[in-house]
Structures are given as structure tokens and as C-alpha cells.
């Protein structure tokens, strides 16, 4: 490769300007190039080119490469390296696509670089932030008032959640925890389902209030909190109820157990990274009933919603909570009358990531919302019975997009996850489902189509049966 000029060229400034054109042009085939190839490859990155990323290793160059050589580079041995999630063959964990409308804005966010801390920093990143808020806001019936977040996912979502319920409860106790720290400080119960997300746990023990000091209510077969299980609750309890289990897709049972905690005085934490958007169908609202009654919730823009990697939301009903939690002050930190992010989240420099989530909403509205969750449903339920008829057995309650399935022992139906993933026709994970090993399909991309699904499914099929 030709080096053209070294990032630190003493070039005229107009010379620059046009290597920089040429190359983000360059950028633009190659992104191009790489959406519309990846259909033809397998899901998984085969094995030559996971060993080829060690071009890319060794020490720091002591010279500059020239960007062109660099980006060449990236798309020549990065790309083949890259899980194929953009295909709508791509099952594992919970994970979206990228919207159009959220990876163009994407782009034109690394363009802007903005620093999203605060208002006098990026005014428009501090506007779309708090508009985009507001949508989801809106989307998921919380009531007015409530503010939030824009995090890099729903453990971060959890985080700054919990911290907002810490803050409170700690407040009522007369207890200054940002000030002086837990030590010495008043207990706190915090309550979870027996099937709680792990980033629930994680974001406790951030918090300092303990990975194993939890109390854990008892689950049904499909993952939710048994509603006659719940034990004691007082103001000085967070309560974590979830919204959509990451193997089965079940919700708490909300609506009986919220009027409850908040006659208590409990604080009631969400974790809905991905279910909550469940309220933007009128097929599905249904299942988010009572989560609005909550203090907190937590959710992920790169799950459901499709808007990329990486976007999470932090919602609280009391914003002063959230901002007492996280607010920053310094002599140079010059706060505005309006918004500043930094005031919300846990970070002070971060990318304009609010942007990519206005952009992704506004391009699908509400209604492109509900028919995300509604597509992706109705292909899970395709994949289940399917499989059924096919003579396997489906684990749970297939009530969303989750759909857990066993091809038999826990050898077996690992020795089918493997053999599928090694065909690339689509990419599914296994998992452990109340002591049964299985295999997840998660269908969360907005591309997924009828013959994706059918494709898969005949994969699937094919490798259960070899
Ligand atoms: C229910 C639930 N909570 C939290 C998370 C963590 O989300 P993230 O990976 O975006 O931090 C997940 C991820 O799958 C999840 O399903």
C-alpha cells in the first residue's frame, strides 16, 4: 500500500482536507462492501481468519502508517474476523442490528466528535439526548417527569439506576452515601428473582451493597418472580423485578406485585433490557403491565430497538435521585440552565451515543417500534413450532422473541450447537434453563425475514439430525 501522508504531515491544510475526503470515501465502500458481502459467509468467522487477526498484532510501529494503509488493513483481515450479526441470521444472546437511519448517524457522529458532558460542549448531542429519552419515556407509559440516561447498555442502565435507589433510600435514613460512602452506614435489603440478569448483580456490587447480600424470591417454571413469594418489604428495600428473562422472555408478574412494594415504601428497580419495549405493541403492552408503577428501570437501545452498539437507557421517576447520584462539579465545569449529560450518568467525556438512539426512534416511529416486536415474535414462534414438529422440545413459553430448545441430553443438544454453528448458515449459544442444557434463538434483528427463519430452521433441523 501507498502511503500517502502521515497523519502529522506538515502538508497544506487544503491537501489534508482532501486525503481526509478520499479516505472516509474509502471508509464508506468499504463499510458498503462489508454490509452487502456478509450475506454470502457464514454467521460465524471461520477459523482462517480468526488465526489471520495476528497480522494485526506485534509491537507499536516506532513511524507513523499512512490512514489508508491502516483502514486497509482493518477491512482486509478485520472484516472476515467480524461476527456476521448483520445478516438477520444471527440468534445469539440478545443482540440487534444497526438501523439505517442509527448507523448513518453514527457516522456522522464520529464526524462531529463531540463531547457529550455537557450542554456548552455539544448542545446538539444535549438536545437529542434528552428528546431520545423522553421517546423511550413515552414508548414504555412511564409518567411524565421521568428523566434518565443514555449509558453503553443495560448493565450501566442497572448501575445508574441503582444508584439513584441507593441515593434515596440512604436519604430517608439521613444517610449522605455520596458524601461519606457505605462505611458505617444503615442497611439496606435488596430483594431480586431468582432468575436475575447478572448485570443486576454486578452493578450491587459497583454499589458496594454486595453480590451475595441479596434476597432471592423464589421463580416459576418460566423464570418469574413467584408474586406470593415476595417477602417483607419496607422503605429501606429495593425491590429488582425483571422485564423479559434473557432465556425465556417472561416478565414478573408486575401488576400484582408493584401496588404492593410501593405501599411498602419499597424502591421497585426494572431491568427491561430488552422486554420493555414489549409496551410499544398493542399485540404485546400486555406483558409490561405495572412495571410503569416502578422507581427505576433499565433498558437497551441495542437490543430490541436495533439502534447499535453501544446504547442503553437509565429511566428514574424522580430525576433528582438520578442527578444527586451522579452530578459533578469542578471550578472549570461550567453547568448550563439547561440539561448537562454529565449531571445523569456515571461518565464525564463520552461519545454523542444519545444521537444514534434519536436518530434509530425517529426513523421507525412508534409503530416501527411495535412491528420490530412484532416481527421478531411472530418469527419465534415459527422457530418453536418448527422444531416441535421436527420432534424437539421446546423449553419454555415462547411469549416474545426468546425461544429455548433441547435436542435431547445436555451432549447432544451441545454437540448440535456446535455442528450448526460450524455450518454459518445462523449462529445460536447455548444456555442452562433450570438444569436443562439448551439452545437459545433470540431473534432481535429488524432484517430477520420469513426465509431467514426458514433457512435457520432447516439448519437447525439438518444439524439436530446428522
Ligand atoms: C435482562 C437483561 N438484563 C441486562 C442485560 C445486560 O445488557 P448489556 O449487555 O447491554 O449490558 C441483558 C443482556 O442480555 C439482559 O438480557
New binding site residues.
Given amino acids: 500500500m501507498a502511503a500517502s501522508h502521515p497523519p502529522h504531515s506538515s502538508l497544506p491544510a487544503a491537501s489534508v482536507a482532501d486525503a481526509r475526503t478520499a479516505l472516509l470515501k474509502r471508509a464508506a465502500r468499504d463499510a458498503m462492501d462489508y454490509l452487502e458481502g456478509v450475506n454470502a459467509r457464514p454467521v460465524a468467522p471461520i477459523a482462517q481468519a480468526i488465526a489471520a487477526l495476528s497480522a494485526l498484532r506485534g509491537p507499536l510501529p516506532p513511524g507513523p502508517t499512512s490512514p489508508e494503509t491502516v483502514l486497509h488493513l482493518l477491512h482486509e483481515i478485520g472484516s472476515p474476523a467480524t461476527v456476521a450479526k448483520t445478516t438477520g441470521r444471527y440468534f445469539g444472546?440478545?443482540t440487534g442490528d444497526c438501523l439505517p437511519a442509527a448507523l448513518a448517524a453514527s457516522w456522522l457522529v464520529s464526524a462531529w466528535d463531540q463531547n457529550a458532558a455537557h450542554h456548552v460542549q455539544s448542545p446538539v448531542a444535549a438536545q437529542l439526548e434528552e428528546t431520545a429519552i423522553d421517546w423511550v419515556r413515552e414508548l414504555f407509559g412511564l409518567p411524565e417527569g421521568t428523566g434518565g440516561a443514555v449509558v453503553?447498555?443495560?448493565?450501566?442502565?442497572?448501575f445508574s439506576g441503582l444508584a439513584a435507589a441507593r441515593h434515596t433510600l440512604f436519604e430517608r435514613a439521613g444517610w449522605d452515601v455520596e458524601a461519606d460512602g457505605l462505611f458505617g452506614a444503615p442497611p439496606i435489603t435488596v430483594v431480586v428473582g431468582e432468575e436475575v440478569?447478572?448485570?443486576?448483580i454486578k452493578a450491587l456490587g459497583l454499589l458496594g451493597m454486595g453480590r451475595k447480600r441479596v434476597v432471592q424470591v423464589p421463580v416459576d417454571g418460566q423464570g418469574r418472580m413467584r408474586a406470593d413469594a415476595v417477602p417483607h418489604l419496607d422503605g429501606m428495600t429495593i425491590l429488582c423485578l425483571?422485564?423479559?428473562?434473557?432465556n425465556t422472555g417472561a416478565f414478573d408478574p408486575a401488576a400484582a406485585i408493584c401496588p404492593v412494594a410501593r405501599a411498602a415504601g419499597a424502591w421497585i428497580h426494572v431491568?427491561?433490557?430488552?422486554?420493555l419495549w414489549a409496551a410499544a405493541s398493542p399485540e404485546y403492552c400486555k406483558l409490561t403491565r405495572g412495571f410503569e408503577q416502578a422507581d427505576s428501570w433499565?433498558t437497551?437501545g441495542?437490543?430490541w430497538p436495533n439502534i447499535g452498539y453501544?446504547c442503553?437507557i437509565a429511566l428514574v421517576r424522580d430525576i433528582k435521585a438520578l442527578r444527586a447520584a451522579m452530578s459533578i462539579q469542578a471550578a472549570y465545569l461550567v453547568h448550563a440552565e439547561t440539561r448537562d449529560p454529565s449531571n445523569y450518568n456515571p461518565e464525564l467525556s463520552r461519545r454523542a451515543r444519545g444521537v444514534e438512539l434519536w436518530a434509530g426512534l425517529r426513523s421507525l416511529g412508534r409503530q416501527g417500534m411495535a412491528a420490530i416486536v412484532e416481527r421478531t415474535s411472530s418469527h419465534a414462534r415459527r422457530f418453536a413450532a418448527g422444531l416441535k414438529a421436527a420432534g424437539f422440545e421446546v423449553l419454555n413459553d415462547v411469549v416474545i422473541n426468546q425461544v429455548l430448545v433441547s435436542f435431547g441430553d445436555a451432549e447432544k443438544t451441545l454437540r448440535v450447537i456446535a455442528r450448526l454453528q460450524a455450518d454459518g448458515t445462523c449462529w445460536c449459544g447455548s444456555t442452562v434453563w433450570q438444569g436443562q442444557t439448551a439452545m437459545r434463538i433470540s431473534v432481535s434483528s429488524w432484517v430477520t425475514s420469513n426465509e431467514d427463519v426458514e433457512r435457520s430452521l432447516a439448519a437447525m433441523i439438518k444439524a439436530a439430525k446428522e
Fill in positions: 444472546f440478545v453503553t447498555g443495560a448493565t450501566m442502565a442497572n440478569h447478572q448485570s443486576v425483571q422485564a423479559g428473562n434473557v431491568d427491561g433490557a430488552f422486554g433499565a437497551d441495542h437490543k453501544d442503553g
